[in-house]
């Protein structure tokens, strides 16, 4: 069945450091993909997502490429700060659309330092 | 509403009772969805409706668990003879016929003692 492998956490970082989580999955047909973030004492909120082969999808500095040819979606930042401090998901959704049941990963935990 | 409401935002229950959660979701999102998360896992499925009706139940993991939503709007999941593996956050999103991802609700937190 479809699933997501996302790199294990915890990572620290420095502040205005770079950062990368690597995202894989493996999908029948075409799955739209995405990150969510969850900060501390929050719900899940959507960071990003692409549909289809090559979007790029980009919010609040963040960016993530869907690579087919490599079942990718590596989530990347240029310069991190304190208040990305938070968990990150990588989700897929089966059957390609919005309605439909997310399949995620672990998480990924992520705490930046000033 | 703004957003995707649940309540209660805690709850706590002996081994066996019977448990109800609800979601309020966001006004005109005719998709809902049911998920629950264990500490250190990403959300599992559980139910999504489109309408009033469930359009995928597989995920729920045994007839201890049951969801409706029989107007279309709020949808409850009901909990039959809860059990300690039971204990985790549940969440409920929604989301507009084909436009952008889910938004969720904060979720609620069920410990089953």
């Known amino acids: 069945g479809d699933s997501v492998t996302q790199m294990e956490g915890p990572v620290t970082l420095s502040e205005e450091a770079f950062l990368t989580i690597n995202c894989t999955y493996t999908a029948t047909g075409y799955p739209s993909l995405f990150w969510y973030v969850q900060y501390p004492g929050e719900g899940l909120q959507l960071l990003l997502k692409a549909t289809k082969a090559d979007d790029k999808g980009s919010n609040k500095g963040f960016e993530a490429t869907y690579r087919k040819e490599t079942t990718s979606f590596h989530l990347e930042k240029g310069s991190v700060q304190v208040s990305d401090s938070a968990v990150y998901f990588c989700?897929?959704?089966?059957?390609?659309?919005?309605?439909?049941?997310?399949?995620w990963g672990l998480g990924t935990s992520l705490a930046v330092n000033p | 509403g703004a957003g995707v409401s649940q309540t209660p935002s805690n709850k706590v229950t002996e081994k066996g009772k019977y448990v109800e959660l609800r979601c309020d979701p966001i006004s005109g999102h005719t998709a809902l969805y049911w998920y629950r998360q264990s500490l250190g896992q990403g959300p599992e499925f559980l139910i999504y409706?489109?309408?009033?009706?469930?359009?995928?139940d597989s995920g729920l993991p045994n007839d201890r668990f049951f969801a409706v939503r029989p107007e279309g709007s709020v949808s409850t999941l009901k909990i039959q003879r809860t059990e300690r593996g039971d204990s985790a956050v549940y969440l409920c999103a929604s989301s507009l016929t084909g436009v952008g991802g889910y938004t969720f609700g904060s979720g609620t937190r069920l410990t089953v003692v």
């Open positions: 409706f489109q309408g009033t009706g469930a359009a995928d």
């Open positions: 989700a897929l959704s089966d059957r390609g659309g919005n309605n439909r049941k997310l399949i």
